[in-house]
């Protein structure tokens, strides 16, 4: 028992997602609508990449869905929150005020039932898009479940002090997501699980046929792995085979396909 107590704590720490562990240490945590345009950059691409790599596509992506950025109190924070290509990280935080607009809950199944909480709601071009995923999934006999998707910028502030008072502030800030700094806070993430990992959000998951599936398949219904394996020091968080975003299917796709994060496409594309 001890072992498995360790193991989760572990889990937690690593966790971009944090707390999220269904069944197990429950809290009451629970916690656009149109592709960007992006333009083939075919002049630029020899300059770029060489001859050798000629076939390489490169994008311009309109301003708008870059992060504008005011900062304060020293936290850069992300004006343009609605923008479905919001980039929120470790670097880049939402404003406390934001709540997306338009949250509905996705028709799928969650892993926690049809309770009608917080965590099961995602925005609606993100929840039609995973309706697709989950039922085209379905069709291949994978079944999967939502776990967590929108979590409130309330709701990370008190996970963040629950935490505090249990393993202390040094730990805690280890491993909980800043509030304003989580992505489940744009409603464009969903952590998904399998019936095979007991529904619980871990690296295991990775290696079951579910996590196979979603890791490649996700892009063609608009969804990135947004930590994936060996780029931790790009997106400041381990490898989640659970964690989901919502890009766009056209990004999504330029993504996979170069084998970028976020942060990588944002520094690949050109402004216009
Ligand atoms: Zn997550």
Redesign the pocket.
Known sequence: MKKIIITLTAAALL???SV?IPFINEKPEEKAEQNPQLVERNEQTKENYGSNQSNEELFALEAAHFNSIKEVNGVKEIVNADNVLALVNKEFALPGTYIPEDLVKPNVQFSFGEQDIEKSYLRKEAAVALEKMFAAAENSNIYLFAV?GYRSYNRQVAILNNEIERVGKDQAMQAVAIPGKS??QTGL???ISSESVQYL?TDNFGETKEGKWLKENAHHFGFIL?YPKDKEGITGYQF?P??FRYVGEKNAQIMYKNNWTLEEFFKEVRKI
């Open positions: 966790s971009g997602c999220k967590s992505e489940h993430a969903m952590d959000l947004r989640e659970w964690h």
